[in-house]
């Protein structure tokens, strides 16, 4: 079964005091729909990894 992790980042409402990244709801759907269509297009996936351990 395939599956993977998608970081939503908070609503600008919850970052108000814009200490943290924060992303508009629309764009969360939208990038959420991204991510389904391509799942849904492709039989394989890549090896690629990003970002660091704090």
Do not use: K, N, W, Y
């Not at 924060?22 to 394989?44: F, K, P």
């Amino acid at each position: 079964m395939r599956h993977g992790f998608v970081h939503i980042p908070l609503l600008p409402e919850q970052a108000a005091d814009g200490s943290q990244p924060s992303m508009s709801l629309d764009m969360i759907v939208e990038g959420l729909r991204l991510v389904a269509q391509v799942c849904i297009a492709h039989d394989s996936d890549i090896l690629v990894s990003g970002g660091t351990i704090c």
